[in-house]
């Protein structure tokens, strides 16, 4: 990698050198915003140890805090918002149950049905990680203009926007 070639920029110049046929317009930015998402991911993993969490168990905690009072989600609510299997989701929350971060409550709107809520020990600590996770991620923005951060974010916004209209309107027609 040469002094005016960054990360993204060499990986699209070897492809370009071994497979050019499959190199299209959107090749640089996919490999950028890869590298940029594994940033922000490892980012992220070095804060967690701090709160005894894994991923898993920080993205469980962060989704039940973002719900809202009362903090608490269906079990499927909760699968859906992570992607996580109905038993990847069962296994996660038995951990945070078992440490005091969250409980699990009987639904008072669906007699068979449970409710995953965080305990206010939950709350606390799924504050804190958000915040130490925020910080994480604004070190590896640090550096970067604000107007470019901003003309990003309004691209992604729109090419977000552009790539998930198609995605959506194949579920209606049960594609």
Known sequence: ?????????????????????????????????????????????RELPEFGLTPAQFGVLVALR??????????????????LSSGGTSNVTNHLVAEGLAERLPD????RGTLICLTPRGVRVAEEAVRAN???????????????????????????????APRTAGRRRGA
């Open 1 to 45: 990698m040469t002094a005016s070639e960054d990360r993204a920029s060499a990986l699209v110049s070897a492809w370009q050198a071994e497979l050019p046929d499959v190199l299209d317009a959107t090749t640089e930015l996919s490999k950028r915003i890869m590298l940029l998402a594994a940033d922000l991911d490892e980012a992220t993993r």
């Open 66 to 83: 973002r719900a809202g009072a009362p903090y608490r989600l269906k079990p499927t609510e909760l699968s859906r918002a992570l992607l």
């Open 108 to 111: 008072q709107g669906d007699g």
């Open 134 to 164: 925020a910080a994480a991620h604004a070190e590896v923005w640090r550096g970067a203009p604000a107007a470019a951060i901003e003309a990003a974010t309004l691209a992604l916004r729109e090419i977000a926007a552009a790539t998930e």
